[in-house]
Structure formats: structure tokens, C-alpha cells
């Protein structure tokens, strides 16, 4: 009897070192990822794909359980398994060679870390609250992922690959995989000489500029690289500028110089960065033009957000003008994740024959671990469990963010990030606030030389959402009580405060004005019958009740979800049509603007 035809095919190697379990696991996710197995696709049944194999069906029904755990794929009752609506797999949208969409962490980027007078303490783990972007707390790490990967590569067979592997190759399979199922998040789709493996992403970028650099190459930095980033390629005596752009449009402000090596690429959202299809295009065009090298620092996404499009200049580029480097995710690796390099062949046979003089070689053993860990579906699966786990830190984050700290401080993400850049006024200093909360457990990183507009960065890898809350109220603390930060208190007014009938007169009925911490409009109307309604975000999306009232000389609301739900009194005066709010302590905590009926006087 004819085994029936399913639209793909399994095949499996009998005589391989993986068993044939794994071997079903590992061709299945490589349907996924290739796109053979498309979103909402139903999969044959264990009989029909043991009959196709010519396996067990019960090697099928443990290859779809490992499947179904790690959420590649999911059961429906009565009807079978399928190909999920959101798959684990799916690749980034580039617009060049029909590749599709995936998600890829990133490895953080260097500039907090690297900032002169400051360093992540060895021990950050120990303190209560660190808000240490890249730094992996435990809840994260694919720890099960990894043991799998970790005994399949201390196999017999493959430890003798290991002792007996000259030279200085890569390892074909992690080559492979990352060909498959990394490199087409970058919009790229390489050659297996296309490509080399380091062991971290600094790795690889040092490897690339000592291959590039001559004391007499100029070097053009995007405004967005890494301070560390700079420095290492200033090490090498580089005489480097900035890249600048005609306002906000996307024309150069000067020509690049003849055989330039340009730096580009964003971990931040900063002004002057890389960030459009246009501005792409343009910096592509001029580096053609003058025969210049762009070296792009390739970033992938903490979070996996719908309706956003990666431009990445590999992606759109035609030849070898560009050099992609980058990482594997940092959520992923037990310790730093491994560097990749992108491109042409004779550049990685250069930056090859380097890493080899330099005893800088990535051992064939961990990186057959790495393949393993790939193929079987645990990197894509880990990436997508700690999407939902950042999501929901980055939220609380910026929740305690707008409630604590709304007066005093302004915050910016990027699409995909889940770290915060926080800006107070210009008499802040980061390295001061950084050294006073760390006293308190809170740990936070200088992100900014002066002028620049993200003083410093709050990331959520390293902390759980149950400590976040109270980690901002501590820094909170901090900033409220210290006057070099712009606190205020009671006794600065001029300005008498409200109580009882007369507060109660002022406020009952009024429509208030502000701006959340994030940037979004919020309005809240009090009730003359002491209901309290809100509409926050551009679309009013965000919305909550709860209820207001005046005992004695103090204003009282309690939301049913926001601020926490939490019944809070404050001190309040109207000084024209603006609202001032200060706690128990006579600190100033927050403000609003009084809606005014026309022809009303305040």
C-alpha cells in the first residue's frame, strides 16, 4: 500500500548520530522555518506521517509532544495538530529575495556598560531591584533546551568530531542553521562561505574592523553606535566623524570620503539614527558612489511587535558594500551569545585566517551544542516564551514609571526593544542617580554623554515584573528628595492650597489635562456625583473608572486599575488653570491642566 502524500516530506537517517525522534523534531522545524508549513496548516495525523517515515508512531507522538511543548505547534480538540496563527519561526518582512518574517533577540548594546565610571557590578543578580538591560535572570534561561542540546553534543561520536576536527571551519551544521534560521532576519541569504561564527558579538565586530581598518581609512560613526562600540574602533588610531543628515530628511550633509568605512546601525532611539526605508536607500546610494564599506551593526527585537517591518541596510543592498554583525539572542545563551559575521567569501576567509593567528577561535564542541539547540526548535521556542515574559515587564515598567515619576521624567523606547530611556531635566546627572539608587538595590545604567538625549536606561532582562513596582517607587524616592533633580515642596508655593467645600467646589465637574510619562494624552473628567472616568492614548484606548472625594485638606481618587488601584490623598492648589498635587510629606507629585468652560473665569 502507497503511503499517502502530505505536501512535504520527512526523511530520516538511520544510520545518523541523532535519533529518529530528533530527527522528526528537527525536520518539522525546518518546514517551519522555510515556510513549507504555513500558519493554520494541519499536520498528518502520528499514523499517516509513521507510515511516511517509516518510523514508530510512537517516535512521531514523542517527536509532536516536544513540538507542542515548546509551542511550535498546537493541538486543536477533536481535529488535530496544527501549525499555529503566530508561529515561532516566522521570518522578518525585507522586501528582497521573498523572505519572510522571524524573530531574533538581540545582544544589548554597549554603551551603558561601557560608560566610563560605571560597570555592572559581578553580583548584580544579588540586588533587589536591577533594571540591567541584557543582564539574563534565571526565569528566562531555556535551561531544559539547553540540557538536551548540551547531552546530544556530549555524544561519543560527536566528542571524537570534537578532538579530531582541524583547521579553522566552522561547524557545517551551526553554519547551516543559522543560514536557515537566523540570517533571514537580517534580510539575508548567505552562502555557507558567506558567513563565520565568534564567540560573542564584540568578538566579531573587533575581528571585522582589524580586517577593514588602516591607520589611514577614514571611519564615519552612525549617531546612534555604541559607545563601546566607538572607543573599540578608535583603539586602532582611526581618525572617525560623524555621519550627519540635512534635518530630518534623508540627504547626507556632506559626500562620504573616497573608501570610507561606515559604522552604522541603532540599538537606540535616538534622533539621527538609521531608522527609515528612505534614509537607507540614500546612505546605500553614497556609499556606492564613493566606494565606501558599511559595517551594520545588526540589532533583532526583545519583542516580537505586530505591523513593524525591519530595515536593515543588508537587506537592501545590492553586492558586498555591506558587512552585517551581530549576535544570537541574549535571552537564549547561558552566558554571552555567539557573534555572526555576513560577507563576501574572500572577506571571511580574511577575517577567518585573523581569528585563527589570534587564537581567537570558537570551539567546534559549542557550537555543534548551538546547532542542536537551533535545529530542535529550543532557540525560536525560548525567543518566543520571553517575548511574552518582557512584554509584560516593559509594561509594568512603564506603568511605575508614569505613576511614581510623571512629573520628573520623560521616556522613549524603540520598536522591539524592552528596555526604557529616561531623560529628566537638564540639571540631571546619570552617574549621580546611578550611584544614589544603587545604594538602595537599584541598579541603573548611565546611557548618555552630554547632550544626548536618553540620560540614562532601564531594561527588564534582568528583573521580574513582581520587583519592578517597587524598584521605581525606591528610585522614586531618590529623585523627590533630591533638589539638583528638580524637586519641589509645599513650602516653595505661593500659592495657598485648597480644603474642604472650597476644594470640593473647584474640582467637582472639572475635565483635567496631561501628559503620560510615555508620551501619550490622557484626560479624566470628576464627577459632580464623585466618579472619576479616564481616557488615555491617541485613539482613547485606554480607559478606567473609580471614584473621588475631599476629607478635610485633602484630594482623594481611587482608579479601579490604574495607579494601581490604590486609594491615594493629596495636598492640592490651583494656580490659574493648572492643577498642583503634593503628598503627606510636601513633595511635589504631580500636575494637570483645568479644562475651562468657555467664557469661565479660573
Known sequence: MKAPKFGFSIAVDRQGPLSLQLQVRQRIIDALSLGILRPGRRLPSTRLLAMQTGVSRNTITLAYDALLAEGHLESRARSGVYVPASPQVERVTTGRRGLRRAPVANERGAAARDEPGFRVPPNWLQYPYPFIDGCIEPELLPIEGWREALRLSFSKQDLLRWGTTGGDSDDARFVDELRTKVLPSWGVDAGPDEVLATVSGQQALHLVMASLLERSTPVIF????????????????????????????????????????????????????????????????????????????????????????????????????????????????????????????????????????????????????????????????????????????????????????????????????????????????????????????????????????????????????????????????????DPQLGSRTLREETVAPLAGATLQRALAGATLLYNTVYGEPCTIHLGSDGTLSGRAGYSNEDRDSGRWWVEGDRWYRQWQHWAYGERLGLVTLIDGDQVRWFNADGLFIDTAVIVRRRGARP
Open 222 to 481: 552612525d549617531a546612534g553606535i555604541d559607545a563601546g562600540a566607538q572607543r573599540q574602533v578608535l583603539a586602532r588610531g582611526a581618525t572617525a566623524t560623524a555621519l550627519r543628515w540635512e534635518g530630518t530628511g534623508a540627504r547626507l550633509a556632506a559626500p562620504l570620503p573616497h573608501g570610507a568605512v561606515l559604522l552604522a546601525g541603532s540599538r537606540r532611539a535616538t534622533p539621527g539614527t538609521i531608522r527609515t526605508r528612505e534614509r537607507a536607500a540614500a546612505l546605500l546610494l553614497a556609499a556606492a558612489e564613493s566606494g565606501a564599506t558599511i559595517v551594520e551593526c545588526v540589532h533583532g527585537a526583545d519583542l516580537l511587535e505586530s505591523g513593524r517591518d525591519a530595515v536593515t541596510l543588508r537587506s537592501l543592498a545590492r553586492g558586498d558594500q555591506v558587512i552585517a554583525v551581530g549576535s544570537l539572542g541574549a535571552v537564549t545563551a547561558l552566558g554571552t551569545a555567539p557573534g555572526i559575521v555576513h560577507g563576501n567569501a574572500r572577506l571571511i576567509a580574511r577575517i577567518r585566517e585573523l581569528r585563527r593567528h589570534t587564537g581567537a577561535e570558537f570551539p567546534s564542541g559549542i557550537q555543534r551544542a548551538w546547532a542542536y539547540f537551533i535545529g530542535l526548535g529550543h532557540y525560536a521556542g525560548a525567543l518566543a516564551r520571553a517575548n511574552v515574559r518582557l512584554l509584560e515587564r516593559r509594561t509594568a515598567l512603564r506603568d511605575a514609571l508614569n505613576h511614581y515619576l510623571h512629573r520628573f521624567v520623560r521616556i522613549e523606547t524603540r520598536p522591539g526593544s524592552s528596555a526604557y530611556w529616561i531623560s529628566g531635566g537638564p540639571q540631571w546627572n546619570a552617574t549621580h542617580l546611578a550611584r544614589a539608587a544603587a545604594e538602595l538595590g537599584v541598579l541603573i545604567e548611565p546611557a548618555s554623554a552630554a547632550g544626548e538625549t536618553a540620560q540614562f536606561c532601564m531594561g527588564v532582562t534582568s528583573i521580574r515584573a513582581e520587583r519592578i513596582r517597587a524598584g521605581v517607587q525606591e528610585l522614586a524616592r531618590i529623585v523627590r528628595a
